[in-house]
């Protein structure tokens, strides 16, 4: 079984300011991540993935995550964050080689970004 | 291209009462699921469908609710009798193949808002 963690129920920031969103997971199998987020009233978006390769990846609108074996850990990061980045980001896994889809995300974190 | 629809977006219901949601994936997906979203919770899978048949409704509450895929298109899921902790988003999500959104090619729609009272 996998499960997700994101301890950061809510980020406050302000414009241009930059943020991190925590993520840790534990998985007794090889995984891929991700981070979706979600805008107000709508589904959810990818932001980003790792499958393989480089630990850090680059996704829309600006943000990266770092993928940290040792550390279980994908946080999202931003440099410079916008007002328009204000939703709920969910971290999700799933397990490499699966036959059917098993996503399972995190409790998500709301980020609010104000003047 | 369209996205995944949704209908209806939002549904207010007595407990004990009856409602479906409808959705209709992206054309040419093969798998589709349902997800609860519990207000401060993250989506949580209830079934997926490989074409017209189910490939894992292991934490679907098969007492009150249901879920077809008839021609392998269109999904309705059904809640009855509705309880007060069924009140959440239902999110339908498609994908072209279970290993494709296992990769993250899974597109999600808006989502139904259920409130029972």
């Known amino acids: 079984a996998q499960s997700v963690t994101q301890l950061d129920s809510q980020v406050p920031v302000f414009e241009e300011a930059p943020v991190e969103l925590r993520c840790n997971y534990s998985?007794?199998?090889?995984?891929?991540l991700f981070w979706y987020v979600q805008y107000p009233n709508q589904g959810l978006q990818l932001l980003l993935k790792?499958?393989?390769?480089?630990?850090l990846v680059k996704g829309i609108n600006g943000f990266e995550a770092e993928f940290n074996k040792s550390q279980t850990s994908f946080h999202l990061r931003k440099p410079s964050v916008h007002i328009s980045d204000t939703a709920e980001y969910f971290c999700?896994?799933?397990?490499?080689?699966?036959?059917?889809?098993?996503?399972?995300f995190g409790t998500g974190t709301r980020l609010q970004v104000t003047l | 291209e369209a996205g995944v629809a949704q209908s209806p977006r939002y549904k207010i219901i007595e407990k004990r009462q009856s409602v479906a949601f409808w959705c209709n994936p992206i054309?040419?997906?093969?798998?589709l699921y349902w997800y609860q979203q519990i207000l401060g919770q993250g989506p949580k899978l209830l079934i997926q469908f490989q074409n017209n048949g189910v490939v894992d409704d292991s934490q679907l509450p098969k007492d009150r609710f249901s879920a077809e895929r008839l021609k392998g298109v269109d999904s309705t899921l059904k809640i009855q009798p509705a309880k007060l902790e069924d009140s959440a988003v239902y999110l339908c999500?498609?994908?072209?193949?279970?290993?494709?959104?296992?990769?993250?090619?899974?597109?999600f729609g808006e989502g139904s808002r259920l409130t029972v009272l």
């Open positions: 054309s040419g997906h093969a798998t």
């Open positions: 999500a498609s994908s072209f193949s279970a290993s494709r959104a296992n990769t993250g090619e899974l597109f």
């Open positions: 999700a896994v799933s397990d490499k080689g699966g036959t059917a889809s098993k996503l399972t």
């Open positions: 998985s007794s199998v090889s995984v891929y």
């Open positions: 790792y499958l393989s390769g480089s630990t």
